[in-house]
């Protein structure tokens, strides 16, 4: 177990996970041609393919990004803490 590598990972997962499922909300597509559909919602904060006045802030937020990285990192680092037996063993006073 590396934990520095693993929770690097963890992150950059959370963050693939987050993209990828936005882009299989908007299209009944293949999944490469739905992350090339998923593009069309990151070029500016107005317009899409919905539509050339729609908004775009839920798919561009870094901070919507960064929660699910730190999500996907935080359940990675309690699943270190169990294997290595330190998960609750700090008492609560």
């Given at each position: 177990?590396?934990?520095?590598t693993?929770?690097?990972?963890?992150?950059?997962e959370?963050?693939?996970?987050?993209?990828?499922?936005?882009?299989?909300?908007?299209?009944?597509?293949?999944?490469?041609?739905?992350e090339?559909?998923?593009?069309?919602?990151?070029?500016?904060?107005?317009?899409?393919?919905?539509?050339?006045?729609?908004?775009?802030?839920?798919?561009?937020?870094?901070?919507?990004w960064?929660?699910?990285?730190?999500?996907?990192?935080?359940?990675r680092?309690?699943?270190?803490?169990?294997?290595?037996?330190?998960?609750?063993?700090?008492?609560?006073?």
């Amino acid at each position: 177990m590396n934990i520095d590598t693993d929770t690097q990972w963890a992150y950059w997962e959370g963050l693939l996970k987050f993209y990828k499922s936005k882009a299989r909300l908007r299209c009944a597509l293949p999944l490469h041609a739905q992350e090339a559909a998923l593009e069309g919602y990151l070029q500016g904060q107005i317009g899409n393919p919905e539509g050339e006045d729609k908004p775009n802030k839920s798919f561009y937020d870094p901070r919507k990004w960064l929660r699910e990285c730190e999500a996907s990192m935080t359940k990675r680092v309690e699943l270190a803490f169990q294997e290595l037996g330190a998960f609750e063993t700090l008492s609560k006073s």
